[in-house]
């Protein structure tokens, strides 16, 4: 019975592994493909919470055709990450439908947290295998 839970454990650390890779491969392909931009921080949207409020920038960019579009970034943050009027880069597929910050956590947030969390799933199940069966 035990052997179950840590072959889940095997399987759930494995298929997080692949969604990580697959953001991972998405943002880099994103990176070679698409195309890169000024964007300035144009406003806030204030999200309340249970017992805070936190501030999701929206960035405005101009395309190669001098066509502006908004993004609005989807992570939240008290305190507020950027001023208005704060140039950052971005870069974005050509349908604007995948638009990301270029900066660490805005590139790889994804990739990262998948993995933080596949990890011990991972190193739990492998370990309990390679203990018993080894």
């Known amino acids: 019975m035990i052997d179950y839970l840590y072959g889940a ?5 494995f298929v997080l592994l692949f969604f990580s890779f697959r953001s991972y491969q998405n943002t880099k392909d ?3 493909l698409g195309r890169k931009s000024k964007a300035v921080v144009v406003d806030y ?27 609005e970034s989807e992570v939240s943050s008290s305190p507020r990450p950027y001023k208005i009027g704060q140039q950052v880069e ?5 349908n604007h439908e995948d638009v990301k910050v270029i900066s660490f956590w805005g590139l ?9 969390i596949a ?8 370990a309990y295998f390679l203990y018993k069966y080894y």
């Open 108 to 116: 790889y947030r994804w990739s990262i947290i998948l993995l933080m």
């Open 119 to 126: 990890s011990p799933f991972l190193v739990l199940g492998i």
């Open 30 to 32: 994103l990176l070679s």
């Open 45 to 71: 949207i204030e999200v309340q919470g249970d017992d805070s409020t936190t501030y999701k920038p929206v960035f405005e960019y101009y395309d190669n055709n001098k066509q502006a579009h908004l993004y």
């Open 90 to 94: 971005v870069v974005y597929d050509k």
């Open 9 to 13: 454990f095997v399987l759930i650390g």
